[in-house]
């Protein structure tokens, strides 16, 4: 009998019912000559402290460091999981051949082997290696096994993982805990999750400390178009203003117009990274929101394995994109236009040096009813895919220099000559970043201008969110915004893909972080922790970075696994000696772990004005107060942008204006008079920058679940404990009903 195991049970069904396993039995389906089971993830893990030696148990100080000579895995210590377990080994016991199908990753290797190596199986095992859960995906992986030899280098650098995790984890969080922790707090200190919160804190601590500077901007308007000082900013207010009262008296005259086409080509394929960083900036999911759903679909079977690094594609693949566009029906408005040619092979898609495990994530053509989440997350995948096999985008670039006197001015603008890969995100609503339509400048003409002279201030960093914390862990805390070179820096990233979600979640629950609607800050308990720690290694997001990349050359063959263990023990041991012998004595204890201060960024609301912030329109002029309404400097001259002191019969205030711009509504007011009628509700802009108002809706005694929200239109009525709400409820619906 051939045994195969798998990850989960719900992978197992569907490798059962491709190999004619169709008899359910307890733990495993068999049939057709084959078992196949499964492990619930984790059935084994590495040996707590106490099962190596009975007293450390005690979390005493001399008991660190604790090294063992070697590391013992066992079957973890759970009902459920044992009685799996037992299921597993005796049909191990009378196979002929063991066929690993756990996840194509590391930690899929982890898992299985731990597991046949704790039921003593000894026998043939092979492995099965699949990017897909589909039927044809299935039954080619079958038909290629590979010998379970091929992947001893990736269990290693699994096992030296987890290894390292338990050195450091065990050994520094039971360190701080009794050295420095409170009444019943545990200082939890790991590999990667401190360096991360290191990140931070220290993000934290600059803005909080940022002193804005003043600089001056000269500008000037002619023909509608805003010009700026071509050589930027003045730090001194009299060099700026020596040149404002000099460009005054002169025509503005253009001197050259240059225009340069470019190329701009279609957003990467995404690597796992890249799908968190754009589901929450563009929908608000958290890290590991997106990873489940991407799970998910890949258990669906309409996405290849989620779990990746890499945003190419291997040559052989290339064979099969006009099979699996054509059964896209769904998208066939952009994928017609691909199937009537020959599709487009670009050496940025497709790069066999550039894949290992596993290639970028995309759709595999078989397409099913989606949540509405899900669906979000599998269009942009399919989207990226289709554009990839689009033309290049070509665009014209355009560069003009005027002048006043003998003082130049510079303006650009972008025109897309040919749309290309951009029409496949047209219906996303997304115009084209950065596009600025110029007017037709000829060299040599001459006219009135308006200059303007304006002081401005530096501004702190951005506090991270999860998609900027990601990008951070992805390059160890460097800023980097090119993707190539982001790429080159994978190797060194803090985490794996697969594991940076968890790490942000773990955080989250020993409440070292917290949630600011998308910022993410540490709390007070958090920068504790961090100021605490005096050793920098540990809190060194280059250092973890190194150990990643070690851990990726076990994966190579280039490393032993041996020379990782080594340097992670030399370490704990001088960790433990540093600890121990400092003088300072510090306590954490549990806390209202609210973030650290208030920023000083953000000064409160009732100390901004609506005169001279910038223009939400045009982005480009400032707000001045008229006789009955508030707006843009340049009205008339290119923006019609106003805020009316009265809406509806009704005086809104400077505040409410304020909210509006900061949160892009109003809250409810009540006074509007709307056709006679009084009406309450909030104002918004709608899609010109006029104000529109939003009546308040109101709560219907007959709300039921299942019906549709009345507020999205798309989401579904879900009963809760005290009240009904918007099934898009993570999507950004807040339609609540509360029962009484």
Do not use: C
């Given at each position: 009998m051939k045994v195969c195991i798998a990850e989960k049970p719900s992978v197992a069904r569907e490798i059962a019912a491709v190999l004619g396993a169709n008899t359910k039995r307890d733990g495993y389906f068999e049939g057709n000559g084959y078992a196949v089971t499964y492990t619930f993830g984790h059935l084994c893990t590495l040996c707590e402290p106490s099962d190596y030696k009975?007293?450390?148990?005690?979390?005493?100080?001399?008991?660190?460091?604790?090294?063992?000579?070697?590391?013992?895995?066992?079957?973890?210590?759970?009902?459920?999981?044992?009685?799996?377990f037992k299921i597993v080994k005796g049909l191990f016991d009378k196979a002929e051949v063991v066929i690993n199908c756990g996840d194509a990753g590391q930690e899929g290797e982890l898992i299985q082997r731990w597991v046949i190596n704790e039921a003593k199986y000894k026998g043939k095992v092979q492995r099965l290696w699949i990017s897909s859960l589909t039927t044809e995906a299935i039954k080619e992986g079958f038909e290629n096994l590979k010998p379970a030899e091929n992947y001893d280098n990736l269990y290693y650098a699994g096992f030296s993982r987890s290894i390292g995790d338990w050195?450091?984890?065990?050994?520094?969080?039971?360190?701080?805990?009794?050295?420095?922790?409170?009444?019943?707090?545990?200082?939890?200190?790991?590999?990667?999750?401190?360096?991360?919160?290191?990140?931070?804190?220290?993000?934290?601590?600059?803005?909080?400390?940022?002193?804005?500077?003043?600089?001056?901007?000269?500008?000037?308007?002619?023909?509608?178009?805003?010009?700026?000082?071509?050589?930027?900013?003045?730090?001194?207010?009299?060099?700026?203003?020596?040149?404002?009262?000099?460009?005054?008296?002169?025509?503005?005259?253009?001197?050259?117009?240059?225009?340069?086409?470019?190329?701009?080509?279609?957003p990467k394929l995404f690597d796992l990274t890249g799908l968190q960083v754009y589901c929450n900036t563009k929908f608000g999911f958290s890290a590991d929101d997106t990873l489940k759903i991407a799970q998910r679909l890949y258990e669906k079977k309409v996405v290849t394995y989620p779990r990746v690094d890499t945003t190419f594609l291997p040559n052989d693949i290339y064979p099969k994109v006009k099979g699996i566009l054509s059964k896209l029906t769904d998208y066939s408005e952009f994928t017609q236009p691909l199937l009537t040619k020959k599709i487009k092979k670009s050496s940025k898609v497709f790069n066999d040096k550039k894949v290992t495990d596993h290639h970028a994530i995309i759709p595999t053509g078989i397409q099913t009813h989606l949540q509405p989440a899900e669906q979000q997350v599998y269009d942009i995948i399919t989207k990226r895919f289709i554009a990839v096999f689009y033309d290049d985008c070509k665009v014209s670039n355009t560069t003009v220099i005027g002048k006043a006197d003998d003082v130049n001015f510079k303006t650009t603008g972008k025109e897309i000559l040919s749309k290309g890969w951009r029409v496949v995100f047209e219906s996303d609503g997304s115009k084209s970043k950065g596009e600025s339509i110029l007017p037709t400048f000829t060299k040599g003409e001459k006219g009135p201008h308006e200059p303007s002279f304006l002081e401005k201030q530096t501004k702190p960093p951005k506090h991270y969110t999860e998609a900027s914390l990601l990008r951070a862990m992805e390059t160890a805390g460097k800023q980097v915004d090119d993707d190539e070179l982001r790429d080159l820096m994978k190797e060194n990233g803090i985490g794996r893909p697969s594991t940076r979600a968890n790490i942000i979640e773990t955080l989250f629950k020993r409440k070292y972080i917290k949630r600011n609607k998308k910022q993410i800050l540490p709390t007070v308990t958090g920068t504790q922790l961090i100021d605490t720690i005096q050793n920098d290694l540990l809190k060194s997001a280059e250092l973890t970075g190194h150990w990643e990349k070690q851990l990726k050359d076990i994966e190579k063959g280039e490393i032993s696994a041996n020379t990782f263990i080594k340097g992670m023990k030399r370490m704990v041991d001088a960790l433990v000696y540093e600890v121990r012998s400092e003088n300072v004595e510090t306590r954490i204890s549990a806390v209202n772990n609210k973030p650290a201060g208030k920023s000083k960024s953000k000064p409160r609301s009732k100390n901004k004005k609506l005169v001279g912030a910038s223009c939400p329109k045009c982005k480009k002029g400032q707000l001045l107060k008229g006789k009955s309404a508030y707006g843009c400097h340049l009205y008339g001259k290119g923006c019609d942008f106003v805020l009316p002191f009265k809406y509806g019969e009704k005086k809104v205030s400077e505040n409410q204006y304020l909210r509006l711009l900061d949160k892009g509504s109003t809250v409810n007011l009540k006074g509007f008079k709307i056709n006679g009628k009084s009406i309450e509700g909030l104002l918004r802009f709608d899609e010109n920058f006029k104000l529109k108002l939003e009546p308040k809706i109101p709560a219907k005694s007959t709300t039921k679940a299942g019906d549709a929200c009345p507020k999205c239109k798309t989401g579904r009525i879900l009963k809760g404990k005290t009240a009904f709400g918007c099934s898009n409820y993570k999507t950004g619906c807040d339609f609540r009903v509360n029962f009484n």
């Open positions: 009975p007293y450390w148990k005690s979390w005493d100080l001399n008991n660190l460091p604790m090294l063992p000579e070697k590391f013992k895995v066992k079957v973890s210590d759970d009902k459920g999981i044992k009685k799996q050195l450091l984890g065990i050994n520094a969080t039971r360190l701080y805990t009794v050295k420095h922790g409170g009444y019943k707090q545990v200082l939890s200190v790991g590999r990667v999750q401190t360096p991360t919160l290191a990140m931070l804190v220290n993000r934290y601590k600059e803005i909080e400390n940022f002193v804005p500077q003043p600089y001056w901007e000269l500008q000037t308007l002619f023909r509608d178009t805003l010009f700026s000082y071509e050589e930027g900013r003045f730090l001194k207010m009299k060099d700026g203003e020596k040149l404002a009262n000099k460009v005054k008296e002169h025509e503005f005259e253009i001197v050259s117009i240059t225009k340069k086409k470019g190329t701009e080509y279609a």
